[in-house]
T-cell receptor, first 115, second 112 residues
Framework: DSGVTQTPKHLITATGQRVTLRCSPRSGDLSVYWYQQSLDQGLQFLIQYYNGEERAKGNILERFSAQQFPDLHSELNLSSLELGDSALYFC??????????????FGPGTRLTVL | TQLLEQSPQFLSIQEGENLTVYCNSSSVFSSLQWYRQEPGEGPVLLVT???GGEVKKLKRLTFQFGDARKDSSLHITAAQPGDTGLYLC????????????WGAGTKLIIKP
């Protein structure tokens, strides 16, 4: 158990809909990362927050947005969903938010299926 | 754009065999990490290497960072079914704004 929680574990929805994925970081971690993983592929970095502020953006679509709240939990909002958005979405947290230096602890992921 | 290429993409071997997987780039990385991901779970960090030529061992797993810090390898001795999983390398490059650049992974299956 990494200490990072993600809800829901599974989500099935239809094209055009909007969903919200939730992540609670490990206790004491200030940084949250969001990743997308398509079937049996590597991770695509979406976005990083540090202590409530956006720190870095990766390949995040304009239809997607995220935020980190004062209690440090984070939400990833996906709108106008398309079939190609079906994937595993992982949240990771780390202490000081310096990738490659910090250890990123990953949650169990949310599997999104868009029909 | 800095890229990390992993090879092979897929490897299926018998228990007890040795194997090596590779993570290569044409760019220099300031550090490189290896993760293992099991089905239905998130990746778990195995090791971080930061110095060119560095070798780290984790039981039967040996990780090496290339002298020029452009490549890395993971060698598993006497593979066991518990080693089955997706092995991902990720590195911090000069132009990556301190974000990890991820390889596509090597899917490893160890048959009993």
């Amino acid at each position: 158990d990494s200490g990072v929680t993600q809800t829901p574990k599974h989500l099935i929805t239809a094209t055009g809909q909007r969903v919200t994925l939730r992540c609670s970081p490990r206790s004491g971690d200030l940084s949250v990362y969001w990743y997308q993983q398509s079937l049996d592929q590597g991770l695509q970095f979406l976005i990083q927050y540090y202590n409530g502020e956006e720190r870095a953006k990766g390949n995040i679509l304009e239809r997607f947005s995220a935020q980190q709240f004062p209690d440090l939990h984070s939400e990833l909002n996906l709108s106008s969903l398309e079939l190609g958005d079906s994937a595993l979405y992982f949240c990771a947290s780390s202490g000081i938010g310096l990738a490659g230096t910090d250890t990123q602890y990953f949650g169990p992921g949310t599997r999104l299926t868009v029909l | 754009t800095q890229l990390l290429e992993q090879s092979p993409q897929f490897l299926s071997i018998q228990e007890g065999e040795n194997l090596t997987v590779y993570c290569n780039s044409s760019s220099v990385f300031s550090s490189l990490q290896w993760y293992r991901q099991e089905p239905g779970e998130g990746p778990v960090l195995l090791v971080t290497v930061v110095t060119g030529g560095e070798v780290k061992k984790l039981k039967r797993l040996t990780f090496q960072f290339g002298d020029a810090r452009k490549d890395s390898s993971l060698h598993i001795t006497a593979a066991q079914p518990g080693d089955t999983g997706l092995y991902l390398c990720a590195g911090v490059g000069r132009d990556s704004n301190y974000q990890l650049i991820w390889g596509a992974g090597t899917k490893l299956i160890i048959k009993p």
